[in-house]
């Protein structure tokens, strides 16, 4: 098996971020396979939490294409509802968050309530959902979504999931308990965050991809690491069950 696509790679690093035992709260689309692939390979007994309710121990047998479908509800741990796999976010028993957003910021920041598309009009995005919640209060967070100049805001349009707000510890001076996030993973590099300063810091690049092209697809001074590394490619046993679990492609082509 040769060749893969940005979005396998993407899976692939965030099925890495996955440790076993772990408790994830999925999301839907990359992340999910990530999820998926987590478990078959190094995180057999990691579980993962749907915000409509679901826990799964196992994955499901068939392709989802929403958390709802009833392949996702069959033999799984538990189906309850939002409130249930919440609760648990809120007594600090998940370890790691996967969101998106339509933009983000030097300081992880996201939004998915309204842009400005030229400046002045505003338009409005479907909203939080549970990201914020997940944001809050997950003891990681991991952001996934595409690198693009007016998705890497300086500042973005809205603050719908917090990340490290103005940085440094802007987290616990407004009374987020714990978590921020950790990982930015995009379909060019993925960034991390300084420790002290919890600016968005440039840690790696994907195969085939400069340093160049990522800076002039980011809104800011992007800072660069000193240990810059590039993305490890995906192996032949993660592309295999990457495909097995999209035989068509509907999320990574």
Request: aromatic share 6%; glycine share 10%.
């Amino acid at each position: 098996m040769t060749g893969y696509t940005l979005r396998e790679l993407m899976v692939v690093a965030a099925a890495r971020q996955i440790e076993d035992g772990q408790v994830v709260f999925v999301g839907m689309r990359l992340p999910l396979l990530g999820f998926l692939l987590a478990k078959r390979t190094h995180a057999p007994q990691a579980i993962g939490l749907y915000e409509n309710g679901i826990i799964r121990e196992m994955p499901s047998a068939e392709m989802l294409y929403t958390m709802s479908d009833p392949p996702n509800i069959y033999r799984a741990t538990s189906c309850a509802d939002m409130l249930a796999v919440m609760g648990l976010l809120q007594q600090g028993r998940v370890d790691v968050g996967f969101i998106g957003g339509a933009e983000i910021d030097r300081f992880g920041n996201l939004n998915t309530t309204l842009v400005r598309a030229d400046g002045r009009r505003a338009i409005r995005l479907p909203g939080s959902g549970g990201a914020c919640d997940i944001a809050s209060l997950a003891h990681r967070l991991i952001a996934i979504m595409a690198h693009e100049k007016r998705r890497f805001r300086e500042r973005v349009s809205y603050i719908t999931s917090p990340g490290y707000g103005e940085g440094g510890n802007w987290r616990s001076a407004v009374g987020l308990p714990r978590g921020g996030p950790s990982v930015v993973i995009t379909d060019k590099a993925i960034l991390e965050f300084d420790p002290v300063t919890k600016e968005a810091v440039l840690s790696s690049v994907h195969p085939g991809i400069s340093v160049d092209d990522v800076l002039a697809h980011t809104g800011w001074p992007l800072r660069v690491s000193k240990d810059l590394d590039e993305t490890p490619p995906p192996t032949e046993e993660e592309l295999s069950i990457i495909r097995e679990l999209d035989p068509r492609g509907f999320w990574t082509r």
